[in-house]
């Protein structure tokens, strides 16, 4: 019985791989010899995962350019991941090398991990894909060879560059993404590909008692949970995290895309930003629901934008009375705020065919949450989790729970260059000169005219506290003084809303000091901010803020983590000066003294850099430093004054003997 299973298997699957071949085609040379046929022993040896990949044909697509590398081709393609082994494959995640400067315009059946939604680049280092709707591939043991929860296919089509028509545009590398597993080279037949991935021996596996996927817990995390199924529509309720000592959000915006055409008929605890019922009559969901009120949807959009409710809508009898809801969009660490680390919202979904069953509830992709000065944080996609558990609503000593659970979780990412949102410029007090912040550190404008490489120009001081527009004067002024050369065209400004000052006070045998001032160069305030600051050793010897209240954070590599005390805990934005009409604008300011002590601290030297930060915090956003360090006064007058007085001194001597 069990030949008889595995021979019909295989002609299954060589029946269906033989199909897909016929069907391929090239669109820029139909002499293109179609791949070998598979043997049956590739997948009759593999006890493990096994992952294919066909490439199924392209055609060239405009403009049409004479250039080979820059001409534009679609291209369609599938990928099959299949359990060919004895272990359930929780999460499925493949990994597949494209290498053409693909654009990978849909993928049916999955999601790009990492990304925003299709379409996304993968480049030239590829892509990790993870299953939508089909997430786990269960064994042959355990569905009696049922191929539909073996196995998961993907269709694949976007765009690729480059290559000439007779070539075979295949990817450089495939393999299985997921930990505990390794995978030998994939082997390539013309436009196939296959490879074997099995247990590593080496890896140990957590045991999982649980009968989904654990719980993972990153720097913010989503909890989506089913509250109440029917067979057209759903309750759901989701829960937002913030794990990370230095993690915030302002004013945030959620987005997901739905992928089975659901749509959102009422929210609680939130809102979103359209409510246009048009995309469901005129779409699918107005040609099944023909009779229905689309006048009272929320939402019918793909992609929804979600924001939180304003703190005057927390009792509302009808948008409302929801705990943890309602706070204007912010989202504090738990260093500051325990109770402002978590928001909540509710929301009934529509569903449609085939669908229509209780149980048939797909959770929303490509999850994205963006605030109004915060980090970056990339998502991955949803996992199925053990059902969250509730108090017992009325009181009573027991536990409900959730009929399904997915979770979502993000990290926070380091933000690249020329992508941050706040700088750090540097001074102390042995030199003349501020080095400002990197040209460009928030980014530049397109149709500019001023340089975008050249190094920032060193400054008085004093110079800080203007905006950057009425710097050139101070900056020309002191680069004469300095017998500096400038740049033909001057370095273009910063461009943060957000600057910090970090100076050096003071440096004596026992102790140091720094001062900080924030700088806030935009129309907005903010509230109840905090800032973080990572030094090198030196931050060991941390003291006290004097104006601020600081704390050290252990786990957080020895940061001192700084927030308002009451009365400075907002941060005004920028205000005209006293005299506008020739007085510059003058930004909202805040600032304190912090000490340092050197006891059981060896070999410090702050001037050197152990007194400048390593990494700067704004809000949770990493703002962008220096790359350079503030110059003692009498170091550059030196270095220069000495070289006439020494060649004085030769001349004077030559002329002696």
């Known amino acids: 019985m069990r030949r008889l299973f595995s021979y019909s298997y295989i002609a299954l699957f060589l029946f269906h791989y033989l199909i897909q071949i016929s069907n391929a085609q090239d669109y820029g040379d139909s002499d293109t010899p179609a791949p070998p046929a598979r043997p049956a022993k590739e997948i009759e040896s593999c006890n493990g995962i096994f992952i294919s990949y066909v490439f199924q044909g392209r055609e060239r697509i405009y403009p049409l350019v004479r250039n080979v590398s820059a001409q534009a081709w679609s291209f369609q393609a599938m990928a099959t991941i299949m359990n060919t082994g004895d272990q359930e494959l929780k999460s499925w995640q493949i990994f597949i090398g494209f290498q053409y400067h693909e654009l990978l315009v849909s993928a049916e059946g999955a999601v790009a991990v990492g990304g925003d939604g299709f379409p996304v680049r993968v480049g030239t280092n590829g892509t990790v894909l993870a299953g939508s709707g089909m997430t786990d591939l269960r064994t042959a043991i355990d569905t009696a060879n049922d191929m539909t929860q073996m196995q998961a296919q993907i269709n694949l089509k976007g765009t690729m560059f480059g290559g000439s028509p007779k070539s075979n545009p295949m990817p450089r590398s495939l393999r299985l993404a997921n930990v505990g597993y390794k995978c030998p080279a994939a082997t390539r037949q013309g436009t196939y590909m296959h490879v074997c991935c099995r247990k590593d021996p080496k890896f140990k596996e957590t045991k999982i008692v649980t009968k989904f996927y654990p719980r993972r817990y990153g720097d913010l995390s989503f909890t989506y949970d089913v509250l109440k199924s029917y ?8 829960t937002i995290d913030n794990n990370h000592p230095l993690g915030r959000l302002d004013q945030w915006n959620l987005t997901w895309e739905w992928m089975r055409n659901e749509f959102i008929y009422s929210m609680k605890g939130a809102y979103t930003h359209q409510m246009d019922p048009s995309e469901c009559i005129y779409g699918p969901q107005g040609r099944y629901y023909r009779d229905f009120d689309f006048s009272n949807v929320m939402n019918c959009q793909k ?44 929301l009934e979904v529509f569903k449609l065919p085939p669908d229509m069953n209780r149980t048939a509830v797909n959770p929303p992709q490509n999850w994205n949450i963006v605030g109004r000065l915060n980090p970056t944080y990339k998502c991955s996609p949803p996992i199925r989790v053990d059902p969250t558990e509730f108090p017992e609503p009325t009181g009573i000593p027991a536990t409900t729970s959730a009929i399904t659970s997915w979770q979502v979780t993000c990290n926070m990412t380091k933000p690249k260059r020329r992508e941050a949102k706040c700088c750090v410029s540097f001074s102390a007090f042995y030199s003349d000169m501020a080095v400002p912040c990197p040209t460009c550190a928030c980014g530049c404008e397109e149709n500019t005219k001023c340089n975008r490489t050249a190094a920032p120009l060193l400054l008085p001081p004093d110079a800080l506290l203007v905006p950057f527009v009425n710097r050139t004067a101070r900056a020309l002024a002191f680069a004469r003084i300095k017998k500096k050369s400038l740049p033909r065209q001057l370095p273009c400004p910063d461009n943060c809303g957000v ?30 901010w905090f800032s973080a600051v990572q030094l090198t050793n030196s931050s060991r010897g941390f003291q006290r803020a004097y104006s601020f209240n600081g704390t050290m954070i252990p786990e957080a590599n020895n940061t001192i983590f700084l927030q308002g005390l009451p009365g400075l805990n907002y941060l005004v934005g920028e205000v005209n000066g006293t005299h506008p009409d020739r007085d510059p604008r003058v930004p909202g300011k805040l600032q304190t003294v912090i000490s340092f002590t050197k006891k059981g601290l060896r070999n410090l030297h702050i ?9 700067f915090f704004f809000n949770g956003e990493e703002c962008a430093l220096p790359t350079d360090l503030p110059v003692a006064a009498g170091a550059s007058r030196s270095s220069v004054g000495l070289l006439p007085a020494i060649l004085l001194a030769i001349l004077l001597l030559t002329f002696l003997n």
């Open 231 to 238: 067979d057209n529509r759903y309750t759901a309720q989701v």
């Open 607 to 615: 001037a050197r850099g152990d007194g400048f930060p390593t990494k």
């Open 303 to 346: 992609k929804p934008v979600i924001s939180d409710l304003p703190p005057e809508k927390e009792n509302d009898d009808k948008v409302g009375r929801l705990p943890y809801c309602c706070k204007n969009g912010t989202l504090l660490p738990k260093t500051m705020n325990e109770t402002q680390a978590r928001a909540l919202f509710q």
């Open 499 to 528: 600057s910090i000052n970090w100076h050096v006070e003071s440096d004596y045998s026992d102790g140091w000091t720094s001062r900080i001032t924030l700088f806030n160069w935009d129309d907005n305030a903010f509230a109840n």
